[in-house]
């Protein structure tokens, strides 16, 4: 095994699947045999979900909502999305934890550093929900948050595409994609990989990115095992 430890990020519209909203429990079931294989290899997992298949605070408040109302309505949708992946977890015999940053103390556990780095110990998948808790924050920015204070060997950002390119590759048929990049060139050529704030605090922590497409199967294993798949961005 390559790492250790992992924090791998999923936005809210990979649950999505094909649908325009919500959750396709088929698309959050193939997601959870995925981080099963890697489980069962020994390795610790922690999980971040977005909630742009829900709510998205941004969107709300062009629509006329108060946003610091509507990012917390975002945090609740990851909440939502978090335990339908528990409960895909739980029921291939995976242990698992929900911590979130806003007290839910009838379906999940506060987030404590602690014991959530006890929980990756006793192999318990752990699965990080609402966000950072606070509004104007992106679940990228907890992810690479929450990567840092659990110390895990680097951040997996699953994504649709296979990593990053030279220019967005559904527009650009010429774009080309990066095995490898480090953060200040991701700078220099204003790549966007995370939001800037996520970014910025993975950069200044030295925390490895790994950008890849986690929609074909098998595809975290491969990179558990060491394999170059995606793009890494790195110091
Ligand atoms: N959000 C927030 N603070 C956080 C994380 C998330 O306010 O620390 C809210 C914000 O409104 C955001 C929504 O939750 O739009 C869903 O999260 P995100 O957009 O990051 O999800 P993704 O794009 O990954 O699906």
């Known amino acids: 095994m390559k790492y250790k430890r992992i924090l791998l990020k999923l936005s809210g519209e990979a649950l999505m699947g ?14 959870a045999k995925d981080i099963k294989e ?25 629509a006329g909502m108060d946003r610091v109302q509507a990012d917390y309505m ?3 949708a990851t909440v939502i999305n978090s335990m339908a992946l528990q409960d895909a977890l739980e029921k291939l015999g995976i242990k698992t934890r929900l911590l979130t940053a806003i007290k839910m103390e009838q379906i999940c556990e ?18 990080f929900g609402a966000g950072t808790g606070n509004p104007y924050f992106t679940t990228d920015t907890a992810a690479s948050l929450r990567a840092i204070e659990i110390n895990a060997d680097v951040v997996l950002k699953g994504t649709r595409v ?6 967005d590759p559904l527009k650009d048929p010429t774009a080309t994609r990066f095995d490898e990049i480090t953060f200040q060139d991701v700078y220099n050529r204003g790549l966007s990989v995370m939001d800037m704030t996520a970014f910025t605090l993975c950069q200044e922590n030295k925390l490895p990115i790994i950008v890849f497409d986690m929609n074909k199967p098998g595809n975290l294993t491969r990179l558990a095992n060491g394999e170059r798949i995606g793009t890494l961005v790195r110091e």
């Open 110 to 127: 506060p987030f404590i550093r602690r014991r959530a780095v006890r929980h990756l110990e006793k192999g318990r998948v752990v699965i």
């Open 18 to 31: 094909d649908q325009q909203y919500g959750i396709d429990i088929n698309r959050v079931v193939q997601y």
């Open 38 to 62: 890697i489980h069962d290899k020994g390795m610790q997992v922690a999980l971040v979900i977005g909630g742009g298949n829900i709510y998205r605070g941004l969107s709300a408040e062009k």
């Open 162 to 167: 296979d990593g990053i390119y030279t220019a």
């Open 74 to 76: 975002g945090m609740l």
